[in-house]
């Protein structure tokens, strides 16, 4: 997600014009994705599908504009695999990540034996098991979360819409990480001042950073309260706290992508956001990281 912190009155003007259009993009995907959440499996697992292939198809996008030449055909078996080990594991208990590794490796070096120019083979290998790994791996995690049973609370002020546990911790992920990105986008056009890494993003500031962490971590409270989440105040507090370091960290990771092969956008499927990777950056590092800090802490409180 781009939360660009504006540093300079240069800087606001094309995101005021933008701003229209992305609160209408949001406006129309938010119930969409509320319904995917609430229906569950398999309806999410095949919408983690098709969004991580949408997302490597412009990521390869991306590195093609860069003059690399990443292997499409492996790069969408790959994330695919990734998503339907992770589907196996919530489902039936069995973990084949391992061989959706083995199997990515395998596939991705094969692509490479018939060609002719044996000069950027192991570049154009490695572009394509780390895009596919940086894509599908990580957005399998939602389906890993969709698949949390452990009750809710039922004191929760949402309860009435009788959300399964794990339809609720993804709509607390993902509360986190856009309501962060809200909150840098809003304090850095108002207060950003100092820029946080102007080689990668110009943008963006401490400032908006600072205010992406605040929403973030007053957002994990609210959650408790609304969702009745099984964990204390000062855990919601912590878990918000860290999608947003995570997510600012998704958002820059992928800003150091575009700058490195020069290319603003990763598409333009979204008006006012771009391509799915651009709005989707955030959680590639916020779903992991909240996963595995939620299933340790209700293991142990």
């Not at 000069?119 to 939602?142: M, V």
């Amino acid at each position: 997600m781009d939360s660009a912190n504006a540093v300079s009155e240069r800087s606001r003007k094309p995101l005021d014009s933008n701003l229209l259009q992305r609160i209408l993009s949001s406006i129309v995907l938010l119930p969409i994705i509320a319904l995917i959440v609430w229906w569950g499996e398999p309806l999410v697992s095949a919408t983690v599908i098709l969004i991580a292939v949408i997302a490597l198809h412009e990521l390869f996008g991306l590195f093609r504009g860069g003059g690399y030449q990443p292997r499409r055909s492996a790069g969408y078996l790959s994330v695919s695999l990734f998503i339907i080990a992770a589907a196996l594991r919530a489902r039936v208990g069995l973990d084949w990540t391992g061989l959706a590794l083995v199997t990515s490796i395998i596939a991705s070096l094969s692509v490479e034996l018939p060609r002719r120019n044996r000069q950027h083979e192991l570049l154009h290998w490695s572009l394509t098991l780390s895009g596919a790994t940086y894509i599908g791996w990580t957005l399998a995690h939602f389906v890993l979360l969709r698949a949390i049973e452990t009750p809710l609370n039922p004191g929760g002020w949402l309860s009435f819409l009788r959300l399964e546990p794990g339809a609720a911790w993804i709509v607390f992920v993902l509360a986190i990480t856009f309501l962060s990105d809200t909150g840098a986008y809003f304090t850095g056009r108002l207060l950003g001042q100092h820029r946080m890494a102007p080689y990668i993003s110009p943008k963006k500031s401490w400032e908006g950073a600072i205010g992406g962490l605040v929403f973030a971590t007053l957002t994990g409270v609210l959650l408790v309260y609304l969702l009745g989440l099984p964990i204390p105040l000062w855990l919601g507090a912590l878990l918000g706290c860290i999608g947003s370091i995570a997510g600012q960290a998704g958002d820059l990771a992928e800003s150091l992508i575009k700058r490195q092969v020069d290319i603003k956008d990763s598409g333009n499927i979204i008006p006012g956001h771009g391509g799915i990777l651009d709005r989707i950056d955030s959680l590639l590092f916020t779903a992991p990281v909240l996963y595995y800090m939620i299933t340790i802490f209700l293991t142990i409180i």
